[in-house]
Each structure stands twice: as C-alpha cells, then as structure tokens.
C-alpha cells in the first residue's frame, strides 16, 4: 500500500490542520496587512509539537519523523504562509543541531526551540553579494586563543530578530578550497557585536521577519562551533536538503489554499446566467491545478519517506521544491484568474496566496539551484 | 508512509526490464517501420504472465497486483511503446471487465485463456461518431430469443486485426441513452464479425487497430456482461483501471527518451565540450527527469488505490493526463538534444517523439480527463 500515512502521521496532520483552519485561515490576512510576527501563534504551534516534528521527545520534540513534518507543514502553510516558514526554520535549525551538534549544544538549544521558549531560531548563510553560490561567503571568524572572533555580515535571515540562537557560516580557512574553509557557528541573542539590520519590507511572506545581520568582533567561545573545522558546507548542504522538503510542503500548502479559494468562487460568482465553474475553461484549468499539486505533494512525500528510511534523497528533494514552487506558483496564478478583479484586490485571500507563493522558487535554493542538483545527480 | 517496492514488484520490475532490453529495445524500430505486428514478442511477454499481471491466479492470471501492473507496462513501453499498449489492452480492457463481470462460465471461456496469455482480447467501445462522447453509441443489439442480433461499426481497435475475442459494447435500447448500453463478450471468429484493413498510424506502427463492422452477428445471451443497461458503467470502471496501463507506458516511452537523450548529451560534443556540460541541456534533463517522477507518482499511487478497491476514478484520470503530457514534452525535449539525429529514422527518438503522441488522445483525450477530474472538484 503505498503513500497512504500512518496512524501516528495521520494525527499531526490533523494537529496541524485544525489549528491552521481554526486559527490561522481568520488572522492570516490581518498579519500579512499588519506585517505582524505571529509570536502568540508560534508558541501556540510549539505547544502542539510542531517546533521540533522530527526531533527526539528528549529534546522536546514530537519525534514523528520527515513524513508527518511535511504533512503538518502543508496544513500551516494553508492557513499562513508566513507563520509556515518560520516554523520551517525552526524545525530546521532544531534538526541541524541534533544532527550536528555535540549533545550539550543539543541540550542547551533545542528543548527552548521545541518548547517555544525561543520565539523563534535562524539559519544565517546568505550575504549580500552570495545566495546560490553560497561557498562564496566572506564572514569570518579568526582564531583567538581557544575561542573564535566574527567579522562580517548576513542578509535574508528569516526570523534574525526573534531568534534565541542562530546558526552562522563563517570562513575559518581564508586560503585554499572555498567550500572546504566554512565553518558553523551557534551565535545567541544578544550577543555583544550582533547588530541587527534592516527589516526587510517584502513582496510576500510578510507576517515572517526577514533581517540583516552583522557582527563586529563577535566574540564566540571554543564550544560555539557546530561540528568540525572546515564542515560547515557539508552542513549547510545536509540542512538544505531537508529545508526544501519545507519549503516543497510549504509551497504545496499555499497552492492548495488558492486552489480552495479559487474552488469556493468559482461555484459563488455567476456570468451568462450560471456558475463560472460551470465553463470548461475555467474547470480546465482547476483541473490542471489539481493534478499538479497533487503530484508536487506525492513528490514531497516521497523525498521525506526517504529522508525518513536513511535513504539519499538529495536528488529528490531538489525535485520535489523545484515542482511544487513552480506548480504552486501556477495554481495562485489560475486562483488570481479565476477571481478575476476580486483576485487582485486584499478583500479575497488569493493576492496574499500570489504574493507568498512568488518567493518558494526563489529561496532554499532558486529553482535554478535545483536543476544544477538534479542534473549532476542525473549526469553523475 | 510506504513508498518503497516490494520484493515481488521489484522482481517483475527486473524481469520486465531485461526483457525488454533483450527482445524489444534492439527490434522496435524494425516492427514500427514494416508496420509489423511483434507476435513472436508478445508471445514471450505472455510466457512471463504479462497477459494478466493482476487477474487472480485462479482465472488463469499471475495474481499481482496493479501496482505490479503498472511497472510492468512501463518497462515493456521502455522497450517498445506497440508492445506495452498490445499487453495493456489485454489486461486492462479486457481481462479486467471479465474479472469483474464475467461469470464462472464465461470466465472459464473467455477470461482463463487470455489471462494466460494463450489468447488475445480486444476492446469495442469507440465507434466513427462516438469517441470520447461514448454515450453516442451507434450499434444496436437486438435480442432475438436466445441470442442478441448486433449490427453497428467500431473503430480504432486496439489488437483489432489479431484478437482472439472482444468485449463490446452495444444499445438494447436507444430510448435509454447511457442507460440502454450493454456489453458482450464475443469471438471475433464469429459470423458477422468483419474486420476491416489495419489503419495507418504516426505511431505505435507495431500496434495493429482496425474498424470493424457488425453485420447481422449473433452473440449468444449467455455472453452478456452484466444486466442489460450496465454496458456504460462496465465501460468507465474499466477506462479507470486502462487509464493506468496508459499512463504507465506514456511513462515508459518517455523513459526511453530522456534515457537516451541522457546518454547522448555526454558523449555529443559542441564548443570542445560533451554537451552535457551546458546548463541548457542540464536543465532540460532535470526537468524531464523530475516530470516523469512525478508522473510515476502519481500513476502508482492510482494504481495502490485500485489495490485497495477504493475509487481511482479522478485519480487514474490524473495520472493518465500529466503522464501522457509529459511524456510528450521529455520526447520533445529529448528530440532536440539530439539535434538533427533526432530528426532521423536511424535512431529511436523519432519513434518515441510519434509514439508518445497517441497517449494524450486514447482511452480518453485529455480534454476528457481534465473533464473527470474537474467534475470530481466541482460536484
């Protein structure tokens, strides 16, 4: 029997969908106006296990596994985009220190990132000169005694503002192989020498806080880095490739939210004496929309039943965010259609839904990245 | 959340491909250019228990499941895409109505020896003005005593020219509409069964189809599928369950051109480099890779919902709509990697660019999938 969830799957994402369906569908538009971080909200969803789906209940989590992270994370997306994606990072930034971490970064971390006693927690890889090519970063931290000094600055940090700890790549090596010279640091709030910049006034996602950072001579202690000298690529990789089965399930999620909105209009609104979803055109088109998410969802799964099982999937994560971005894009732009002038104005959701979606091709790797991942695994 | 294969699968799965990449891959092209009828082949792939992959082993099958199915087809269409649709006839039109419908006797008749792989089914539903309107039915059977008088013509039949018997389908009563429709299962030996010349076809030119008239042929009452009435109702179970076959071996053809449109990008070179190194061509694999990953997805999960015997209807439509379509643009885009040798008939691209097209317009356009699916959103 395949790609049906179990029990234990079934119920985080029925959590999830109660919550965003309760909760989130009725603030969603007034977060995205106001430009509102959902901190009540985010310590709501934390309190329900979503902080931490795929960690262990030691450290707080849920530990139900890749598989009901996706599902839960589709269900918040379509409530709210915004609060998906900082959920995302969270869960992501949780992951990576478990999976990276010595246990005592992990116990001191992660219980405060799946509780919510951290409003929120940050992934800082992107500069302002580097996003795709991301072993061209220029952040540094040298050497001094047993501990380390960080000079330089982030840019697009979700959540930097909010975040209890941040996890920062920064060159440790400045001679020799790009990638090889990054090393991963764990930087607290409130450091001394963390400046944070400018918020971002965004297209889309705009209940979600986006930041510069910077520091200036930022002192970290020895037990501040996250796993060796010199891995930080490879941690930022391995984070990547599970960060894009969020942002697949987040982008499943919103497509799916506009495809609703689209579905409940198309059977309200009449012309020429019947329904619009009574014409062939606009079912066409609902139709494909259908298809393809439903197809983006089934890839999503299936790279984090991967994910889950051990297994490679990096192919098949790039595949699964390249897809459903894309495809989610396509179904807000049907939704928006099948609106017509009520798609464009923020009295019906599917502006918000159009907006959010934009960014999913865009971030976690552009859908160009995703490509040059699938095709070297292709052409290996 | 099980997404992996089992055993069994996997084992079909390997068998089916080596078979076809010893007895299909390396004659395809020879079948599809004399227009030949691959008996020999088609022959072997029943000896493997490719005449009913999921018909229960009582009836004659190989007792699998559609999941199975649906691997196997597109390893056969990887092969050879006549081969793959000669096999999903047999299985999904054909043998799976009986399964269905057929009772113990006529299962013993007309199902046993097909499942098997002894004999080969066809399916009589299309005819000249009722193609995707199926309800437009034309031929009428008249019952006379005992037997069923039936007269009418049927077009575009698959297996047509080479069928051992047919199920088809027929008004009892005009004045009924969807409702007057009954299915048969008849010989094509018997009187009145007249078969016209193979059509000429852009592709699956190794796939022989005729028009096929009825003339005063008599079906005994007893080959009667189902009450008088139930024909329209047999007829889209069924296309429920083709629409998988179809989709598989879309998926099948499409593999066959991305895989050797992936083979040759790294050894054609342009500008002092394997064109495999240009970010065009990159993308374009990626992007056909991606698609027919999702199109299996999607097939299979239609399939494991037939498995569990709940409806598939909007779900086999999906996939038979996004398989064939994407099967159509990676033979388009593997047809361009190869440049101008794509254009030609010395290598297997063009075939697959011809074959590939088919799968959009039969067992329903996708005009009439994108129909089942929006009348499953929207009811």
Redesign the interface.
């Given at each position: 029997?395949?790609?049906?969830?179990?029990e234990s799957?079934a119920l985080v994402q029925e959590t999830a969908r109660s919550y965003a369906q309760r909760t989130l569908v009725k603030l969603a538009t007034r977060l995205d106006r106001e430009a509102r971080f959902p901190a009540a909200q985010l310590k709501e969803l934390a309190d329900l296990g979503l902080m931490g789906v795929n960690v262990s209940e030691a450290l707080g989590g849920a530990q139900a596994g890749a598989?009901a992270y996706a599902l839960a994370t589709m269900e918040i997306a379509q409530g709210c985009a915004s609060t998906s994606v900082t959920m995302a990072v969270n869960n992501m930034v949780a992951e990576t220190l478990v999976n990276f971490g010595t246990a005592a970064q992990a116990q001191k971390y992660v219980p405060e990132i799946t509780s919510g006693r951290f409003e929120a927690a940050s992934f800082g890889l992107s500069e302002s000169h580097c996003g795709s090519d991301a072993a061209a970063l220029r952040t540094v931290a040298r050497r001094d005694g047993s501990g380390w000094v960080l000079n330089g600055s982030k840019q697009w940090i979700t959540s930097g503002d909010h975040a209890g700890v941040i996890i920062v790549w920064a060159r440790t090596e400045t001679a020799g192989a790009a990638a090889k010279g990054i090393s991963c640091f764990l930087v607290e709030a409130g450091a001394k020498g963390l400046g944070i910049g400018r918020h971002e006034d965004k297209m889309g996602l705009r209940a979600s806080s986006t930041v510069s950072l910077s520091f200036e001579d930022l002192r970290l202690s020895e037990d501040a880095m996250l796993g060796a000298p010199g891995q930080g690529f490879a941690i930022a990789m391995a984070a990547l490739d599970g960060g894009r089965i969020g942002i697949a399930s987040q982008a499943v999620g919103i497509g799916s939210a506009a495809l609703q909105a689209a579905?409940r209009y198309?059977?309200d609104r009449k012309a020429f004496g019947k329904p619009i979803?009574d014409f062939?055109a606009l079912?066409?088109m609902?139709?494909?929309v259908?298809?393809?998410l439903?197809?983006?969802r089934?890839?999503t799964?299936?790279a984090?039943?991967?994910k889950?099982?051990g297994q490679p999937f990096t192919r098949?994560g790039s595949?699964a965010k390249?897809?459903a971005s894309e495809k989610a894009n396509r179904a807000c732009d049907v939704a928006v259609q099948v609106h017509g002038g009520y798609g464009y104005i923020d009295e019906f959701p599917v502006e918000r839904h159009y907006r959010d979606a934009r960014v999913t091709t865009v971030y976690e790797g552009t859908s160009?990245i995703?490509?040059?991942v699938?095709?070297?695994d292709?052409?290996r | 959340?099980?997404?992996?294969l089992t055993d069994e699968q996997r084992l079909l799965q390997d068998t089916c491909r080596d078979f076809a990449a010893r007895e299909l891959t390396p004659n395809a092209k020879r079948w599809d250019r004399e227009h030949k009828f691959p008996q020999e082949a088609v022959k072997k792939a029943f000896e493997l228990g490719l005449g009913g992959v999921a018909v229960p082993e009582e009836f004659g099958g190989a007792g699998m499941d559609n999941?199975s199915y649906a691997l196997a087809i597109e390893e056969i269409s990887r092969g050879c895409a006549s081969v793959g649709v000669t096999l999903s006839v047999n299985n999904s039109l054909y043998c799976d109505p009986l399964v269905k419908y057929g009772t113990a006797e006529q299962k013993e008749r007309f199902l046993k020896p097909f499942a098997r792989g002894e004999k080969l089914g066809c399916f009589g539903l299309t005819e000249p003005q009722a193609g995707s309107d199926a309800a437009e039915q034309r031929t009428v059977a008249t019952r006379k005593g005992d037997v069923y008088v039936v007269n009418g013509t049927k077009n575009w039949i698959t297996n047509g020219p080479v069928a051992d018997a047919m199920v088809v389908f027929t008004m009892t009563d005009l004045s009924k509409g969807t409702k007057g429709i009954t299915a048969f299962v008849v010989e094509t030996a018997a009187p009145g069964f007249l078969r016209q010349k193979a059509d000429e076809k852009l592709g699956i030119c190794a796939s022989p189809s005729c028009t096929i008239f009825f003339e005063n042929l008599e079906i005994p009452a007893s080959q009667r599928l189902g009450q008088e009435g139930d024909g329209f109702k047999i007829a889209m179970g069924t296309l429920d369950g083709g629409r998988i076959g179809i989709a598989a071996q879309a998926i099948g053809i499409g593999r066959a051109a991305f895989e050797e449109a992936?083979d040759y990008?790294?050894v054609r070179q342009t500008f002092g480099v394997p064109i495999?190194q240009h970010?065009a061509i990159?993308?374009m694999?990626?992007?056909m890779?991606?698609?027919l990953?999702?199109?299996r997805?999607?097939t299979?999960?239609a399939a494991?919902m037939k498995?569990?015997g709940v409806r598939h209807s909007r779900?086999s439509a999906?996939a038979k709509?996004?398989a064939s379509e994407a099967a159509n643009r990676v033979a388009d885009k593997a047809l361009q990697i190869h440049g101008g040798m794509g254009y030609s008939k010395e290598l297997d691209i063009e075939r697959h660019f011809r074959d590939a097209r088919i799968t959009e317009i039969y067992e329903g356009t996708s005009?009439i999938?994108?129909?089942v699916?929006?009348s499953a959103?929207?009811k």
């Amino acid at each position: 029997m395949l790609f049906e969830p179990s029990e234990s799957q079934a119920l985080v994402q029925e959590t999830a969908r109660s919550y965003a369906q309760r909760t989130l569908v009725k603030l969603a538009t007034r977060l995205d106006r106001e430009a509102r971080f959902p901190a009540a909200q985010l310590k709501e969803l934390a309190d329900l296990g979503l902080m931490g789906v795929n960690v262990s209940e030691a450290l707080g989590g849920a530990q139900a596994g890749a598989v009901a992270y996706a599902l839960a994370t589709m269900e918040i997306a379509q409530g709210c985009a915004s609060t998906s994606v900082t959920m995302a990072v969270n869960n992501m930034v949780a992951e990576t220190l478990v999976n990276f971490g010595t246990a005592a970064q992990a116990q001191k971390y992660v219980p405060e990132i799946t509780s919510g006693r951290f409003e929120a927690a940050s992934f800082g890889l992107s500069e302002s000169h580097c996003g795709s090519d991301a072993a061209a970063l220029r952040t540094v931290a040298r050497r001094d005694g047993s501990g380390w000094v960080l000079n330089g600055s982030k840019q697009w940090i979700t959540s930097g503002d909010h975040a209890g700890v941040i996890i920062v790549w920064a060159r440790t090596e400045t001679a020799g192989a790009a990638a090889k010279g990054i090393s991963c640091f764990l930087v607290e709030a409130g450091a001394k020498g963390l400046g944070i910049g400018r918020h971002e006034d965004k297209m889309g996602l705009r209940a979600s806080s986006t930041v510069s950072l910077s520091f200036e001579d930022l002192r970290l202690s020895e037990d501040a880095m996250l796993g060796a000298p010199g891995q930080g690529f490879a941690i930022a990789m391995a984070a990547l490739d599970g960060g894009r089965i969020g942002i697949a399930s987040q982008a499943v999620g919103i497509g799916s939210a506009a495809l609703q909105a689209a579905l409940r209009y198309a059977r309200d609104r009449k012309a020429f004496g019947k329904p619009i979803g009574d014409f062939q055109a606009l079912r066409f088109m609902l139709a494909d929309v259908d298809t393809e998410l439903a197809a983006a969802r089934l890839l999503t799964l299936r790279a984090a039943a991967l994910k889950e099982a051990g297994q490679p999937f990096t192919r098949e994560g790039s595949m699964a965010k390249l897809f459903a971005s894309e495809k989610a894009n396509r179904a807000c732009d049907v939704a928006v259609q099948v609106h017509g002038g009520y798609g464009y104005i923020d009295e019906f959701p599917v502006e918000r839904h159009y907006r959010d979606a934009r960014v999913t091709t865009v971030y976690e790797g552009t859908s160009e990245i995703q490509r040059v991942v699938i095709a070297r695994d292709l052409l290996r | 959340m099980q997404i992996d294969l089992t055993d069994e699968q996997r084992l079909l799965q390997d068998t089916c491909r080596d078979f076809a990449a010893r007895e299909l891959t390396p004659n395809a092209k020879r079948w599809d250019r004399e227009h030949k009828f691959p008996q020999e082949a088609v022959k072997k792939a029943f000896e493997l228990g490719l005449g009913g992959v999921a018909v229960p082993e009582e009836f004659g099958g190989a007792g699998m499941d559609n999941v199975s199915y649906a691997l196997a087809i597109e390893e056969i269409s990887r092969g050879c895409a006549s081969v793959g649709v000669t096999l999903s006839v047999n299985n999904s039109l054909y043998c799976d109505p009986l399964v269905k419908y057929g009772t113990a006797e006529q299962k013993e008749r007309f199902l046993k020896p097909f499942a098997r792989g002894e004999k080969l089914g066809c399916f009589g539903l299309t005819e000249p003005q009722a193609g995707s309107d199926a309800a437009e039915q034309r031929t009428v059977a008249t019952r006379k005593g005992d037997v069923y008088v039936v007269n009418g013509t049927k077009n575009w039949i698959t297996n047509g020219p080479v069928a051992d018997a047919m199920v088809v389908f027929t008004m009892t009563d005009l004045s009924k509409g969807t409702k007057g429709i009954t299915a048969f299962v008849v010989e094509t030996a018997a009187p009145g069964f007249l078969r016209q010349k193979a059509d000429e076809k852009l592709g699956i030119c190794a796939s022989p189809s005729c028009t096929i008239f009825f003339e005063n042929l008599e079906i005994p009452a007893s080959q009667r599928l189902g009450q008088e009435g139930d024909g329209f109702k047999i007829a889209m179970g069924t296309l429920d369950g083709g629409r998988i076959g179809i989709a598989a071996q879309a998926i099948g053809i499409g593999r066959a051109a991305f895989e050797e449109a992936r083979d040759y990008s790294k050894v054609r070179q342009t500008f002092g480099v394997p064109i495999a190194q240009h970010q065009a061509i990159q993308f374009m694999l990626a992007d056909m890779a991606t698609e027919l990953d999702a199109a299996r997805l999607l097939t299979l999960r239609a399939a494991s919902m037939k498995d569990r015997g709940v409806r598939h209807s909007r779900e086999s439509a999906m996939a038979k709509l996004y398989a064939s379509e994407a099967a159509n643009r990676v033979a388009d885009k593997a047809l361009q990697i190869h440049g101008g040798m794509g254009y030609s008939k010395e290598l297997d691209i063009e075939r697959h660019f011809r074959d590939a097209r088919i799968t959009e317009i039969y067992e329903g356009t996708s005009e009439i999938q994108r129909i089942v699916i929006s009348s499953a959103l929207l009811k």
